[in-house]
T-cell receptor, first 114, second 118 residues
């Protein structure tokens, strides 16, 4: 079946540090992959996405590349800010004929200190 | 961009009462809506999928008689927690998706509802 595994948090970094949050997946076929961000007490916001192998999604300085060979979609940012503190969820979207559901990883909490 | 309005943002109710949560797509037609439940510091657990005009499909282990989902129009889905108990206290999030002719478009999430049952 389809599943997503993320590195466990919490991750604590100093401002301007480099960020990597690992995400690997198992899936039937070639799903679309997403990163969502959740700020405290709020819903989820789409951060970036990639729909096919070797695609790179990017937004607000965050990047992730769809790696079919390693079934990974790691999130990176070169220089984090305090405002990036949030919970990050990696997700895959099942194929249309599988219901097209979003399947989430367990989430990784990021805390950035000044 | 696409906006989903979820209401209320938070609600406190007495044990044994029912609570209704609304999820509206404001500027697009949502053929499918999803309801999730999130426990503190945990991931989103999909509860059910609802398609406009048909019965919701519940995930395994979710009580359909306790969590009533109605998707009567292309812009509105409701989740009613019936006879709520303290263990139903949680953060509930809806998501709306537009799809057409086998193509899937984006998912847009509501801002969530914090339910506390006392």
């Amino acid at each position: 079946g389809n599943s997503v595994t993320q590195m466990e948090g919490p991750v604590t970094l100093s401002e301007e540090a480099f960020l990597t949050i690992n995400c690997t997946y198992t899936a039937t076929g070639y799903p679309s992959l997403f990163w969502y961000v959740q700020y405290p007490g709020e819903g989820l916001q789409l951060l970036l996405k990639a729909t096919k192998a070797d695609d790179k999604g990017s937004n607000k300085g965050f990047e992730a590349t769809y790696r079919k060979e390693t079934t990974s979609f790691h999130l990176e940012k070169g220089s984090v800010q305090v405002s990036d503190s949030a919970v990050y969820f990696c997700a895959l979207r099942a194929l249309y004929n599988q219901g097209g559901k979003l399947i989430f990883g367990q989430g990784t909490e990021l805390s950035v200190k000044p | 961009g696409a906006v989903v309005s979820q209401h209320p943002s938070w609600v406190i109710c007495k044990s044994g009462t029912s609570v209704k949560i609304e999820c509206r797509s404001l500027d697009f037609q949502a053929t499918t809506m999803f309801w999730y439940r999130q426990f503190p510091k945990q991931s989103l657990m999909l509860m059910a999928t609802s398609n406009e005009g048909s019965k919701a499909t519940y995930e395994q282990g979710v009580e359909k008689d306790k969590f009533l989902i109605n998707h009567a129009s292309l812009t509105l889905s409701t989740l009613t927690v019936t006879s709520a108990h303290p263990e139903d206290s949680s953060f509930y999030i809806c998501s709306a998706r537009e799809s057409s002719a086998g193509q899937l478009y984006g998912y847009t999430f509501g801002s969530g509802t914090r339910l506390t049952v006392v």
